[in-house]
């Protein structure tokens, strides 16, 4: 099967595309609208480089016209995009798979694509990344035979030294001093973005500071998990500076003295190099749940993983990978759109965690 990386020579998109070049059935396109980073690329990997620009009125023609069977859409941020890319893949009669992790993206998703993709025969995931896809994976693991599950609390900690993007990073800023809903005490709250600061305790990673981040899972993750009282996502940056330096363009966006942060993402991408001397190649997540056993009785759980030398960019590729492979071996037929929420098991993960010399850690 065809499968057409869009932003394949990115920052996520290029770890896709290494990853299914050598999956047996994947005919592996790499596309972006930078030709020669595409055909440099493409070499690499014994695949096919293609110019694409997702904004192109033709897309669904130029799929159509090169086969495509998969499109896996790496091209954020998604925070502003809508649903052009995956309308023009249902067009083009491809399956759909992406990165997004923009709440409003995800969460609308599959109410706004499933008639189109069902129409088509075929099937759209959207969130296909640590969150939620992992996420989801891991507190199915932690709860496993629970009667329930009152508190879901997690936060990633990536390394300083790892590869950044700029499309990342203008995710990241795109909610500095936003507004955000999350759900507190059994109801929704309004708090900000990279604000609310606490203490976070890794396994294998020091201590960090963590704050508030927009993403689907404080939506899809109420909704799923009923009785589930509170839910909580935190991301920690390894040194300090850089974790108070976003709080400060949150309260100037708060303020209105930088109403729009996000247009500051290809300046602050290339300057957080300047803080790579004083962090390290060490990152990871951690997943905590509280809630009760089967037997009724007060229960906690926690995961954790510690990504080193840099790997841990890696991550939030793994469930399009897996997702794309099932699609591509016919083992993933139910058509229609959805999150990726729940449609991968931790154990699903594993072979993948391993390849990268992963560790992680399962505790109460």
């Known amino acids: ?48 480089g293609a110019v694409i620009d997702i904004g192109d009125p033709q897309l669904a023609q130029l799929l159509s016209d090169m086969g495509a069977g998969i499109v896996i859409h790496t091209a954020g941020p998604f925070q502003a995009q809508g649903y052009d890319v995956a309308l023009a893949v249902a067009a083009a009669g491809a ?81 500095c001093g936003e507004a955000i809903q999350v759900w507190r005490g059994g109801r929704w709250e309004t708090q900000y973005g990279w604000e609310a600061p606490a203490r976070v305790e890794y396994k294998r990673l020091r201590p960090r500071i963590g704050a508030l981040c927009d993403i689907p899972d404080l939506e899809l993750f109420p909704a799923h998990y009923q009785g589930a009282q509170s839910v909580m996502f935190r991301a920690a940056l390894e040194v300090g500076i850089g974790q108070r330096g976003l709080a400060l363009l949150g309260s100037l966006r708060r303020m209105g003295v930088l109403p729009r942060p996000q247009q500051l993402a290809g300046f602050l991408n290339s300057a957080a190099s300047l803080l790579d001397p004083f962090g390290t190649a060490l990152g990871g997540m951690v997943v905590r749940v509280r ?29 399009a ?9 016919g083992t993933l037929t139910e058509v229609g759109a959805r999150t990726s929420m729940n449609m991968l098991t931790l154990a699903d993960f594993a072979p993948e965690f391993s390849k990268w010399n992963m560790v992680t850690d399962i505790g109460a």
């Open 1 to 48: 099967m065809k499968v057409v990386v869009l932003g394949g020579y990115g920052n996520f998109g290029a770890r896709i595309c290494r990853a299914l070049a050598s999956t047996p059935g994947i005919e592996l396109v790499i596309a972006g609208r930078d030709g020669a980073k595409a055909s440099a690329l493409a070499r690499e990997c014994g695949a096919t």
């Open 95 to 175: 399956h759909y798979i992406d990165l997004a992790d923009g709440r409003r993206f995800v969460c609308d998703f599959p109410a706004a694509l499933d008639a189109a993709f069902r129409s088509a025969g075929r099937i759209a995931i959207t969130g296909a990344s640590t969150v939620p896809a992992l996420s989801s994976a891991v507190v199915d693991h932690l709860t496993a035979g629970w009667r329930s599950v009152a508190d879901i609390d997690f936060c990633i900690a990536p390394a300083q030294t790892a590869p950044r993007g700029v499309a990342t990073m203008a995710a990241v800023l795109g909610y």
């Open 291 to 319: 809630g009760a056993d089967a037997a009724g009785a007060p229960a906690q759980a926690e995961w954790h993983i510690a990504a080193d030398n840099d790997h841990g960019p890696e991550i939030p590729c793994m469930a």
């Open 321 to 329: 990978i897996l997702l794309a492979r099932r699609i591509a071996a």
